[in-house]
T-cell receptor, first 115, second 112 residues
Framework: AQSVTQPDIHITVSEGASLELRCNYS??????LFWYVQSPGQGLQLLLK??????LVQGIKGFEAEFKRSQSSFNLRKPSVHWSDAAEYFC????FGTGRRALTFGSGTRLQVQP | DAEITQSPRHKITETGRQVTLACHQT?????MFWYRQDLGHGLRLIHY???????NKGEVSDGYSVSRSNTEDLPLTLESAASSQTSVYFC???????????FGQGTRLTVV
């Protein structure tokens, strides 16, 4: 069965500092990986996705993520955090094939940004 | 613009009542999903559909049902609401194959 682990429940960074959110996955085939962001009271917005090819993917709002197959990881990074980045971030995994098109989500990491 | 809408946004119901949450998408997506979001659990899959007349159980399907009579709608029914079903419910859709999932704004359901 597929699963996603986000080890950090809550992270606090200072505005302007760099950010890395961790994500580890378990999947029996080539995974399709996603990062979503959720602002309070809102739905989820896609930040970026990895399907194949270049293991470093760029997303919206200055975010990037690196797929490392050997480590089963897909960590999200941003070089300089803005106060508006405070939100909850979810990593998700999915794939082709019957039963694999539904995404499995991690439990989320809540990001707090200090001025 | 295409979108996915959920209604109602907030609902309070009593234990034992039947409740239906609506989800409507104008993306013309084949895949539709229902998730519930609870603190510490992230989003957990309740039911999903890959097309008209197709429905499948997800990780936490007990007490819930769905039906897919057209491409645009996937209503979620709680047969007999329980306090454990107090949660925020999200509907999502994606294109055939695997594209990213697009989410509605969520429905906050409270069962008292």
């Amino acid at each position: 069965a597929q699963s996603v682990t986000q080890p950090d429940i809550h992270i606090t960074v200072s505005e302007g500092a760099s950010l890395e959110l961790r994500c580890n996955y378990s999947y029996g085939a080539t995974p399709y990986l996603f990062w979503y962001v959720q602002s309070p009271g809102q739905g989820l917005q896609l930040l970026l996705k990895y399907f194949s090819g270049d293991t470093l993917v760029q997303g919206i709002k200055g975010f990037e993520a690196e797929f490392k197959r050997s480590q089963s990881s897909f960590n999200l990074r941003k070089p300089s955090v803005h106060w508006s980045d405070a939100a909850e971030y979810f990593c998700a995994v999915g794939g082709f094939g019957t039963g694999r098109r539904a995404l499995t989500f991690g439990s989320g990491t809540r990001l707090q940004v200090q001025p | 613009d295409a979108e996915i809408t959920q209604s109602p946004r907030h609902k309070i119901t009593e234990t034992g009542r039947q409740v239906t949450l609506a989800c409507h998408q104008t993306w013309n997506h084949n895949n539709m999903f229902w998730y519930r979001q609870d603190l510490g659990h992230g989003l957990r899959l309740i039911h999903y559909s890959y097309g008209v007349q197709d429905t499948n159980k997800g990780e936490v399907s007990d007490g819930y049902s769905v039906s897919r009579s057209n491409t645009e709608d996937l209503p979620l029914t709680l047969e007999s609401a329980a306090s454990s079903q107090t949660s925020v419910y999200f509907c999502a859709s994606s294109d055939r194959g695997l594209g990213e999932a697009f989410f509605g704004q969520g429905t906050r359901l409270t069962v008292v």
